[in-house]
């Protein structure tokens, strides 16, 4: 196996070019049997295996240039050939690599990136830093200091970014493309165009244009001849333009780069992202341009594996496959709460011609794509854009219409200043469904929505839910058409027994701010209160028969489920606030959680002197990448973590420690 050979990314230099193509094919094949055991960002990977061969062959990240993939799902060739091919089987498992370019996993990641769009912005600053540290600008500050050692390790040489998956239309992306264009930096633009969105112009007389536009002889004349007719008096630089735009209008005839080109970027493209001689050619040429050089390269995504080039978007990001035939091996009969929340609001529009769905590239993530096809004039996809997303929301709501976003938890942190600015300051009935609240599972620290709870909490005017099952979420749906407020409903990555919607008017309404007595005790001394999904249901199933074996009544423990995180109601208060012990349990992180909001409002009607008050959350740390269930586990998440917890807790002094009972026993 030519694999076999590729023990650090030099190797491949060693490599004959059909020994190129065969390394191709192993690393599909790679790609593809891992992820059909462990799941993953399949489709995006397998094409761009061409383009990572000739990157690794063309570029030295072993001493001198480096690469940034924009998205990083895009990444699995570069890690197998940079040297994570014996732990590639780990491949986001616990402890093993994850799914994205992470700085602490391998020297070759010069950037960590999860969220689409940051990939110029970071080649444009490390661009900066290297020019300084070349370019002699290294000086003594003020303290005496010589601030050498903070530009060592810049390199002196190209600085890459692969941006794909139609990153290139995100904010960010297009905010990076201005900057870069007006300082004029060296870096090369790798557009990974992989759906075709920005131009079919591929073959044999586009790579041959390409080929020339691209070469040492074209850009030499391009240089020599701007040099010689700007020096001829009065008339020269008109000339130069003149020229300039003839030989931009020329290049447009062949493809789109005329965007690139008015931006300050060097537009070579498109070119054949499959064909290695080209790409290697290509690259050859353009190292040696100094100057912004926006590379256009047309790939397919799942090349190379038949049912994902017919299915790129459910192979985009997927489950565990039979390899064979490219089915999931997920569980029939089960739907997400995002399909689940999308269907039910579905029966909630037919019935209301203001309801629109709006999501961010999403379609399929969130579960909208049946409500795509029965209504597709009230469905729109505004693409890699979230802050877009809230405010085209605010504007559809400040003229009548009722929108519902349905973001994932991660993305919306994106969109924080338009919710506060633009939705919430102006009070605007626009509806957030963020999918994949707290722990999203093998996508990692970049993807765990963890902090939603923490950075939406606090915000004036703002109406945050989290249901405890599916029946509270088609409630919740509900009720936020009726609030006429900013409405937050937040449910976790997980699944429900498929079943089929009831009518709008079945379901009933929640009170704004209205919370659920679920285990009422009678004298409320011991209080579970709880947020969301699955441990407040767990909890309403455990804690009966741990209060069967308590004897005293007054030890015996309540449970509320909260169901708004805000507003918190004062009868909620009032019914806790003689309380001598207080349990919260959110998935989310500690500080700034409802746990801390719950506690701040009790401190306004008790003295806190004599209270025993405990958060059960996910810490205050950023959570990599496993499964759902075995993460949830290690936070104390599980049936029995929360037992234990219970019983460290709440039963400390001696009426009740021989009541304590074991896991075992349920």
Same mark, same amino acid.
């Given at each position: 196996?030519?694999?076999e050979k590729i023990k650090?990314?030099?190797?491949?230099?060693?490599?004959?070019?059909?020994?190129?193509?065969?390394?191709?094919?192993?690393?599909?094949?790679?790609?593809?049997?891992?992820?059909?055991?462990?799941?993953?960002?399949?489709?995006?990977?397998?094409?761009?295996?061409?383009?990572?061969?000739?990157?690794?062959?063309?570029?030295?990240?072993?001493?001198?240039?480096?690469?940034?993939?924009?998205?990083?799902?895009?990444?699995?060739?570069?890690?197998?050939?940079?040297?994570?091919?014996?732990?590639?089987?780990?491949?986001?498992?616990?402890?093993?690599?994850?799914?994205?370019?992470?700085?602490?996993?391998?020297?070759?990641?010069?950037?960590?990136?999860?969220?689409?769009?940051?990939?110029?912005?970071?080649?444009?600053?490390?661009?900066?830093?290297?020019?300084?540290?070349?370019?002699?600008?290294?000086?003594?500050?003020?303290?005496?200091?010589?601030?050498?050692?903070?530009?060592?390790?810049?390199?002196?040489?190209?600085?890459?970014?692969?941006?794909?998956?139609?990153?290139?239309?995100?904010?960010?992306?297009? %905010?990076?493309?201005?900057?870069?264009?007006?300082?004029?930096?060296?870096?090369?633009?790798?557009?990974?165009?992989?759906?075709?969105?920005?131009?079919?112009?591929?073959?044999?007389?586009?790579?041959?244009?390409?080929?020339?536009?691209?070469?040492?002889?074209?850009?030499?004349?391009?240089?020599?001849?701007?040099?010689?007719?700007?020096?001829?008096?009065?008339?020269?630089?008109?000339?130069?333009?003149? /020229?300039?735009?003839?030989?931009?209008?020329?290049?447009?005839?062949?493809?789109?780069?005329?965007?690139?080109?008015?931006?300050?970027?060097?537009?070579?493209?498109?070119?054949?992202?499959?064909?290695?001689?080209?790409?290697?050619?290509?690259?050859?040429?353009?190292?040696?341009? %100094?100057?912004?050089?926006?590379?256009?390269?047309?790939?397919?995504?799942?090349?190379?594996?038949?049912?994902?080039?017919?299915?790129?978007?459910?192979?985009?990001?997927?489950?565990?496959?039979?390899?064979?035939?490219?089915?999931?091996?997920?569980?029939?009969?089960?739907?997400?709460?995002?399909?689940?929340?999308?269907?039910?609001?579905?029966?909630?529009?037919?019935?209301?011609?203001?309801?629109?769905?709006?999501?961010?590239?999403?379609?399929d993530g969130t579960g909208?794509?049946?409500?795509?096809?029965?209504?597709?004039?009230?469905?729109?996809?505004?693409?890699?854009?979230?802050?877009h997303a809230a405010v085209?929301?605010?504007?559809?709501?400040?003229?009548?219409?009722?929108?519902?976003?349905?973001?994932?938890?991660?993305?919306?942190?994106?969109?924080?200043?338009?919710?506060?600015?633009?939705?919430?300051?102006?009070?605007?009935?626009?509806?957030?469904?963020?999918?994949?609240?707290?722990?999203?599972?093998?996508?990692?620290?970049?993807?765990?929505?963890?902090?939603?709870?923490?950075?939406?909490?606090?915000?004036?005017?703002?109406?945050?839910?989290?249901?405890?099952?599916?029946?509270?979420?088609?409630?919740?749906?509900?009720?936020?058409?009726?609030?006429?407020?900013?409405?937050?409903?937040?449910?976790?990555?997980?699944?429900?027994?498929?079943?089929?919607?009831?009518?709008?008017?079945?379901?009933?309404?929640?009170?704004?701010?209205?919370?659920? /007595?679920?285990?009422?005790?009678?004298?409320?001394?011991?209080? /579970?209160?709880?947020?969301?999904?699955?441990?407040?249901?767990?909890?309403?199933?455990?804690?009966?028969?741990?209060?069967?074996?308590?004897?005293?009544?007054?030890?015996?423990?309540?449970?509320?489920?909260?169901?708004?995180?805000?507003?918190?109601?004062?009868?909620?208060?009032?019914?806790?606030?003689?309380?001598?012990?207080?349990?919260?349990?959110?998935?989310?992180?500690?500080?700034?959680?409802?746990?801390?909001?719950?506690?701040?409002?009790?401190?306004?009607?008790?003295?806190?002197?004599?209270?025993?008050?405990?958060?059960?959350?996910?810490?205050?740390?950023?959570?990599?990448?496993?499964?759902?269930?075995?993460?949830?586990?290690?936070?104390?998440?599980?049936?029995?973590?929360?037992?234990?917890?219970?019983?460290?807790?709440?039963?400390?002094?001696?009426?009740?420690?021989?009541?304590?009972?074991?896991?075992?026993?349920?």
């Amino acid at each position: 196996m030519i694999l076999e050979k590729i023990k650090k990314p030099q190797d491949i230099k060693l490599l004959s070019e059909e020994e190129l193509k065969f390394l191709a094919d192993e690393l599909r094949e790679e790609i593809i049997s891992v992820c059909s055991k462990n799941g993953g960002h399949i489709a995006s990977s397998l094409g761009v295996v061409e383009l990572t061969i000739a990157l690794l062959r063309s570029f030295d990240f072993e001493k001198t240039d480096k690469i940034i993939w924009d998205v990083g799902h895009q990444s699995y060739s570069y890690k197998i050939l940079t040297g994570r091919k014996e732990n590639f089987n780990t491949l986001r498992k616990i402890g093993g690599i994850s799914g994205f370019p992470s700085l602490s996993e391998s020297r070759y990641d010069f950037f960590g990136t999860g969220h689409a769009g940051t990939s110029i912005s970071a080649a444009l600053g490390m661009s900066v830093a290297k020019d300084l540290n070349r370019g002699g600008a290294v000086k003594n500050d003020e303290s005496g200091k010589n601030d050498k050692a903070y530009y060592a390790g810049c390199g002196n040489g190209r600085i890459i970014a692969v941006i794909g998956d139609a990153s290139i239309s995100s904010g960010p992306a297009l %905010e990076g493309l201005n900057n870069a264009g007006s300082l004029k930096k060296d870096i090369i633009v790798v557009l990974n165009d992989n759906e075709m969105s920005i131009s079919k112009n591929v073959g044999a007389i586009s790579n041959y244009l390409n080929k020339i536009l691209s070469g040492n002889f074209y850009q030499g004349i391009r240089k020599e001849a701007e040099k010689m007719l700007k020096s001829i008096p009065l008339f020269g630089s008109q000339v130069a333009r003149l /020229i300039s735009k003839f030989e931009e209008s020329f290049k447009n005839l062949i493809g789109p780069g005329i965007i690139f080109e008015e931006l300050g970027f060097t537009y070579i493209g498109p070119i054949d992202g499959h064909n290695i001689p080209y790409l290697l050619n290509t690259f050859e040429n353009i190292k040696n341009i %100094e100057k912004p050089i926006l590379l256009h390269v047309i790939t397919k995504k799942g090349k190379g594996y038949e049912p994902a080039e017919k299915n790129p978007s459910i192979f985009h990001g997927i489950s565990a496959f039979d390899k064979k035939t490219g089915l999931t091996l997920k569980k029939s009969g089960n739907i997400s709460y995002g399909e689940l929340a999308s269907n039910f609001l579905l029966n909630v529009a037919e019935n209301n011609g203001k309801i629109i769905a709006v999501t961010a590239a999403m379609p399929d993530g969130t579960g909208l794509s049946k409500f795509s096809k029965v209504l597709p004039r009230r469905f729109f996809d505004v693409g890699i854009a979230e802050e877009h997303a809230a405010v085209f929301a605010a504007g559809a709501a400040a003229n009548g219409l009722k929108p519902f976003v349905f973001i994932y938890s991660t993305f919306l942190q994106r969109s924080l200043d338009q919710i506060i600015h633009d939705i919430c300051l102006q009070n605007l009935p626009v509806v957030f469904c963020i999918d994949r609240a707290g722990i999203a599972g093998e996508d990692g620290a970049t993807h765990q929505g963890i902090f939603d709870i923490s950075y939406l909490n606090y915000i004036p005017n703002l109406i945050f839910m989290s249901p405890r099952n599916e029946y509270e979420l088609m409630r919740m749906i509900k009720s936020s058409v009726l609030y006429n407020k900013p409405v937050a409903i937040r449910y976790p990555k997980a699944e429900v027994s498929y079943f089929i919607p009831p009518a709008e008017s079945e379901v009933a309404l929640i009170k704004e701010g209205e919370f659920d /007595i679920l285990i009422d005790p009678g004298i409320f001394k011991n209080v /579970i209160i709880s947020i969301g999904s699955p441990h407040t249901e767990i909890l309403n199933e455990m804690l009966p028969k741990l209060n069967g074996d308590i004897d005293e009544e007054e030890e015996k423990i309540g449970l509320i489920d909260a169901r708004f995180i805000s507003p918190v109601l004062p009868e909620l208060i009032d019914k806790i606030k003689n309380a001598k012990r207080i349990m919260t349990v959110e998935e989310n992180v500690e500080f700034s959680g409802f746990g801390a909001k719950l506690l701040t409002s009790l401190c306004k009607e008790r003295h806190l002197t004599d209270l025993e008050y405990k958060i059960i959350s996910l810490g205050n740390n950023f959570v990599e990448h496993g499964s759902r269930g075995e993460l949830l586990a290690i936070k104390g998440f599980s049936k029995e973590k929360l037992h234990d917890s219970i019983n460290s807790f709440f039963f400390t002094n001696a009426a009740c420690k021989k009541n304590k009972i074991r896991y075992s026993s349920f």
